[in-house]
């Protein structure tokens, strides 16, 4: 770590949090408050501090006049369940290209320096990229195969490239695994009590996991001690497949197990069969070496554990 770094580490920082109200938000605000961070939520619901839509840039704009931040972070989304079809991720799709604009002008109006977005591990593409592990340096937001996976993949190549690429910001991208854990993994018990959430093997596919809590420390780290213009990949230890994730869940909670299914099923669910049919790895190396932060959680297992025991479950 620079000296620089390290001064810049042991001061409060104003922040300016889109997204607050959400899951992660919930997460990344309190991570952010015991590390000492002064913490202002940023979204449309009355809890938040500062109401505004990102998509309205006049109204943002006028809700942050007068108001003073370090560092804004951008980890607003419109999603309320996990998406199912390319459909439900077209919202969050525009959110991370005309929302994210919004909130750059909103964080330049108020002095902001600091610029932290939260990105996801698909941005190197949907699909099968065998076993290597991805780093940092890997090609990331590449011309999606059909329309709709180039709209998705678009939002995040244009989130990431305004958060890195504005003069005057010190930007910085968190590429997430998936996220699990309290408040993110609720949902899915509910499906599994009742026997609604079938799920197709994984056929050796498996995929990035990132426990919530351990997400929001990461988002910390890069408030705190992130390299401007850098990305980094955000993931636990150990990668697993789709169903291997929810049949871990199933155990974990003493749930029925998900009923298998064809894959070939589960098409019409376009936006899950494509994440269910991509295999991808990634290398955190990068993060543990910058940002000094590795999981608490180093497999979903364990971040499982962890639920259930604070749940009060034995």
Not at 15 to 31: K, N, Y
Not at 71 to 77: G, M, R, Y
Not at 112 to 126: D, H, L, P, T
Not at 230 to 238: F, P
Request: net charge positive; charged share 20%.
């Amino acid at each position: 770590m620079t000296t620089n770094q390290s001064h810049e580490s042991s001061q409060s920082h104003r922040v300016l949090l889109a997204g607050a109200g959400g899951v992660l938000g919930g997460h990344i605000a309190r991570a952010l408050t015991e590390a000492g961070h002064k913490v202002t939520g940023l979204g449309r619901g009355a809890r938040n501090d500062i109401r505004a839509d990102l998509m309205n840039r006049d109204a943002l704009l006028r809700a942050v006049e007068g108001h003073r931040f370090d560092t804004v972070i951008h980890a607003a989304t419109a999603l309320r369940k996990a998406p199912m079809r390319h459909r439900d991720m077209y919202a969050t799709d525009a959110l991370r290209t005309e929302g994210t604009a919004h909130l750059i002008e909103a964080a330049q109006a108020t002095g902001a320096r600091r610029f932290v977005a939260e990105s996801m591990v698909f941005g190197y593409g949907y699909g099968d990229h065998g076993t290597r592990a991805i780093t940092e340096d890997a090609p990331f937001g590449p011309r999606g195969r059909t329309p709709e996976l180039e709209r998705h993949l678009a939002g995040m190549r244009v989130k990431e490239q305004l958060a890195l690429g504005t003069a005057g910001l010190e930007g910085i991208s968190l590429r997430f695994g998936l996220f699990y854990g309290p408040g993110g993994t609720d949902a899915i018990l509910l499906m599994l009590r009742r026997r609604q959430l079938p799920v197709p093997a994984d056929h050796g596919r498996v995929l990035p996991w990132i426990e919530l809590t351990d997400a929001a420390r990461a988002v910390v780290a890069a408030v705190e001690r992130g390299r401007p213009g850098q990305a980094y990949n955000v993931a636990d230890r150990v990668p697993m497949g789709f169903g291997a994730h929810l049949r871990c869940v199933a155990e974990e909670f003493g749930l029925p197990k998900p009923l298998p299914v064809p894959l070939w099923l589960m098409r019409p669910m376009s936006y899950a069969h494509t994440m269910m049919t991509s295999a991808l790895r990634v290398s955190t190396a990068k993060a543990e070496r910058e940002l000094g932060w590795t999981p608490a959680r180093p497999t979903v297992r364990d971040g499982l554990a962890a639920m259930r025991a604070a749940a009060g479950l034995t």
